[in-house]
């Protein structure tokens, strides 16, 4: 096919880990159907991979043609016909995945689709344990035969043929990456997972943030440099299942610069403390970056902790309290991002949003 790349085991698409074994363990189902993890030394099981420079040119073609096919249902919105070509187990419930798709489709209007990887992953030979599950599948992907490998590890997998690809939403202004696992059902390819992602935020893409951030860091910006290791990330990895060197080396420089203040990560368990100016405490208890209001720069999105939402006058205020005393607290927030948003979160209800520029927030 024309538009398949052959670049899978360039240095472009993937670098990985030499030996050392790094592992997470994901889900095999709905919208998490598969963790890739890449680069980990295993030994030899009854599980193969054959990455796309390896594969033979009708297994290569074949798989391309699906992943487009899929792809091309998504750019035309056709939720129905993805869903006519998706495994019995997600095609019952198809809720999440269309609103997926819709989105996406929204997003991508007028792209060139083009296959940018595909791996074949063959489980076959998969036997179930004594209790009858399946184990966690793992499927050790040598790249252009050399030593370095790409490990995909899929719990609780069943024994077929599986692949996964990705597909790069191209010549629009804000470029898309759709990735999809497959699963081959009587000879067919069908869609057991879809994994829609941006490739650029706020007109920048993952390398961009990348570069900015080692320049905060330089400048002793550590809360945008930290923030911005964020962003670079999620437009760098095609999936959140996805580990390479370079993700490592991003993650390990963001840990490198995290203000002291997150020494330990921000979570329910370890919420970062502001105070306001009126002695208030305000529990933060995650801190991320977002895109949706398509601005000139990215937003600081804040998870804020409360007991009660309340009335929405109320809440709306408590909010812009908070992104008051956050950006009081640490004014190089200003310089790095349009604005603010902050969720607060309270137990068994619905959160509570609000959003304001840098200007508003005084």
């Known amino acids: 096919m024309e538009e398949l790349r052959t670049r899978l085991e360039s240095s472009q698409e993937v670098s990985v880990r030499k030996f050392g074994c790094h592992r997470k363990i994901g889900e095999w189902g709905g919208m998490v159907a598969l963790t890739v ?6 030994a030899a099981r009854g599980e193969k991979c054959t990455t796309q420079s390896a594969m033979t040119e009708s297994d290569r073609n074949a798989l391309a043609e699906a992943a487009r096919g899929m ?6 919105n056709d939720a129905a016909g993805l869903q006519a070509i998706t495994i019995d187990q997600y ?15 929204a997003k991508i209007k007028g792209a060139t689709l083009v296959v940018e990887q595909v791996y ?6 998969l036997k179930p344990g004594a209790d009858g599950k399946f184990a966690t599948a793992q499927f050790p992907c040598t790249l252009n035969r050399s ?11 069943p024994a077929g043929k599986y692949a996964f690809a990705i597909v790069e939403a191209q010549g629009i202004p804000a470029p898309w990456r759709l990735s999809f696992l497959m699963q081959q059902v009587q000879g067919q390819w069908k869609m057991g997972g879809f994994y829609p992602k941006p490739m650029t935020a706020a007109g920048h893409d993952g390398l961009w943030y990348w570069t900015q951030a080692r320049t905060m860091a330089k400048n002793k910006e550590q809360w945008n440099a930290w923030l911005y290791y964020q962003q670079a990330e999620a437009l760098l990895n095609p999936s959140e299942m996805i580990q390479s060197t370079h993700l490592d080396k991003l993650r390990s420089e963001q840990t490198e610069v995290a203000p002291p203040a997150l020494s330990e990560g921000v979570s329910a368990d370890s919420p970062l403390v ?28 804040a998870r804020l902790k409360v007991d009660q939402i309340g009335d929405p006058v109320a809440a709306r205020k408590r909010n ?16 790095g991002f349009h604005g603010v ?15 304001l520029a840098m200007s508003e927030i005084h």
Request: proline letters at 4%; a negative charge.
């Open 120 to 125: 074949l992953l063959d489980a076959s030979d």
């Open 274 to 301: 502001v105070k306001g100016a009126d002695g208030a405490e305000y529990h933060f208890t995650g801190l991320g970056v977002d895109d949706s209001l398509a601005k000139d720069k990215i937003d600081v999105t």
């Open 341 to 355: 948003w902050v969720f607060a979160e309270a137990p068994g209800q619905s959160p509570y949003a609000t959003e």
């Open 320 to 335: 812009t309290d908070a992104m008051n005393a956050l950006v009081a607290a640490y004014p190089e927030l200003r310089k």
């Open 147 to 157: 030593i370095a490998e790409a490990d995909f590890s899929i719990p609780s997998l």
């Open 71 to 76: 792809a091309e249902k998504v750019l035309v």
């Open 37 to 42: 993890m890449l680069a980990c030394s295993v």
């Open 91 to 105: 095609a019952k419930d198809f809720s999440a995945i269309q609103g997926a798709v819709g989105n996406a489709a």
